[in-house]
């Protein structure tokens, strides 16, 4: 049987091997692989049917759910670009990356598209909406096209477009240290290989089931079905409000891998734990910021049969190190070694190797190095550049340059090859797992009105990793009530970008020699000032 190369052929593939085992849970429901891949064709044929063109963008705002995991497949099937949206983003930001990425179907569910309604108008590409079942009555008229679910799989399959591996098949969209989310363009060949990596060092099988946990929109989180479906495991699709009820989950569904963020192991570690679930849960793996070393002790006290995994990585190059097991008790401070598959460099300024223990920038080469930003040459030349000729892999001989993502992450590498996070470059948040850029933070704190001047910065926390702490002025025009201004954040941004705090000061805030309002400073002067 071949093996795949394509992202959707890791369903196609399990499906033509083992057709009745199972490959979704999601409550009291289950979908076996045949039937996946069954709705996953159809799907594909509905989009071809509705005039869908290669490489064309089929965004996907819904919560963990069947479909989800039908369009997300479903959209590459055919010859599309999938583009996962956070369910928890609200309805501009959901407008920002429907305009930026040129989206031409987006498929919701009834409730979120009364949210979504206002906003469509503005997305000049939108072309077609495919709302999941419901009694509710569809929207007539105007430039948008709507139809529903089981009317766009009544299509018979349809052979889509014909792509490559190095062809384009997801945006992901992340926040960047400036302004807007950026687009991270990934290929069919950056996610399979992924998944295969992963599915190594892991040592997935077809036993296995893997919770997903993580928002679908998360690098991290596609990932658990992507290294699931390559070998023919089970996914049990989790949408959860408290902590207990990954727990729950974790006993009911008796899983055998668990990969999650740092602020919610430290939540995990706070309860008390069904002594079954060490039985069966194989590993847990960690990702998104370091995991707390007590937080670790805990969760092995609570564990002892279960392998801990210990991860980096980023969006622009899905996955970068992992710590061996063996050495968790020797190094719980590191950040590993390369994953399968990729080479992870240590490189000074100029592009040379930094010697062991020498600080110098993270840069990840390999076949899991993203196509760039959308749309962004900027950023992309910024973070997406080729290689010295004289770097580890490269020869003298190789005439064509050789992209590589330099990850603005600070890191050292000890005599035995172990690599050591020391700190990020730019003034990008990490909170509750999330990546948050404090200029997204201050752009929409500025279109509430109710402030003059304002600058976001990160401070450390024991719960999120990080933070977010508001300095702000009162507008010219009156006082600042920063009640009012919470509320306005609640219903502006996603629960995880709401300040944790806001201090009011007297104007203006200061500057640094470029002008700009001096967050360094600022931030400084707050964690002296609170003691942090």
């Known amino acids: 049987m071949p093996d795949s190369t394509l992202l959707h052929e890791l369903i196609a593939l399990s499906a033509q091997r083992s057709p009745h085992a199972m490959a979704l849970a999601y409550g009291k429901d289950s979908l076996c692989y045949g039937d996946l891949q069954e709705a996953v064709s159809h799907f594909a044929g509905g989009l071809m049917n509705l005039g869908l063109q290669r490489g064309e963008r089929v965004a996907i705002y819904l919560e963990k759910r069947f479909e989800t995991v039908i369009a997300s497949f479903g959209a590459p099937a055919a010859g599309g670009v999938f583009v996962p949206l956070n369910p928890l983003l609200k309805a501009e930001q959901v407008a920002y990356i429907l305009r930026d990425c040129n989206v031409r179907v987006l498929v919701t569910s009834p409730e979120r598209l009364s949210l979504l309604e206002p906003i469509l108008a503005e997305c000049h590409d939108l072309r077609q909406v495919v709302v999941l079942e419901s009694e509710q009555e569809l929207p007539a008229g105007g430039a948008l096209s709507y139809c529903r679910w089981s009317e766009l799989l009544a299509a018979p399959p349809r052979t889509g477009h014909r792509v490559i591996d190095t062809d384009m098949v997801a945006i992901l969209y992340t926040s960047g240290s400036t302004g807007k989310p950026k687009g991270v363009v990934l290929s069919h060949r950056n996610m399979v290989a992924g998944a295969k990596s992963v599915a190594t060092y892991l040592d997935n099988r077809p036993e296995d089931t893997l919770l997903a946990a993580l928002p679908l929109s998360f690098d991290a989180g596609f990932s658990q079905l992507t290294t699931a479906f390559h070998v023919g495991a089970r996914v049990v699709l989790l949408n959860y409000l408290l902590p207990r009820d990954v727990l729950k989950a974790l006993e009911r569904e008796k899983v055998t891998g668990l990969t999650a963020v740092p602020p919610l192991y430290i939540q995990l570690a706070q309860l008390e734990w069904p002594a079954s679930i060490t039985e069966h849960l194989r590993y847990f793996a960690n990702t998104g910021g370091r995991m707390p070393r007590e937080t670790l002790v805990a969760l092995r006290e609570r564990m002892p049969k279960t392998t801990p995994f210990l991860m980096y990585g980023l969006t622009e190059a899905f996955r970068s190190t992992f710590l061996p097991p063996a050495e968790v008790d020797r190094r719980p401070d590191s950040i590993g070694k390369a994953i399968p598959n ?10 040379s190797p930094c010697a062991p223990n020498e600080p110098g920038e993270l840069v990840h080469r390999g076949a899991l190095v993203g196509m760039g930003y959308w749309n962004d040459p900027e950023k992309t030349a910024e973070r997406y550049k080729p290689l010295s000729a004289h770097a580890p892999g490269r020869q003298a001989g190789l005439v064509l340059p050789e992209l590589a993502v330099f990850s603005g992450d600070t890191v050292r590498m000890d005599e035995e ?3 050591y996070f020391i700190g990020r470059r730019d003034e990008m948040m990490k909170t509750s797992g999330y990546r948050v850029s404090p200029t997204e933070v201050e752009e929409i704190l500025y279109e ?19 933070a977010i702490q508001v300095i702000a002025t009162a507008p010219a025009s009156g006082t600042l009530d920063v009640e009012t201004l919470l509320a306005e954040c609640r219903s502006r941004m996603p629960a995880y970008m709401v300040p944790a705090g806001i201090e009011v000061r007297p104007g203006p805030l200061p500057r640094n020699p470029n002008g700009k309002i001096d967050r360094k400073t600022l931030s400084t002067e707050w964690i002296d000032r609170s003691g942090r």
């Open 448 to 466: 509430t009105k109710l402030i003059g001047e304002c600058v976001a910065f990160g401070v450390e926390h024991q719960t999120l990793g990080q």
């Open 342 to 351: 990729a080479e992870i460099l240590v490189l000074r300024e100029d592009g």
């Open 417 to 419: 090859g172990f690599l």
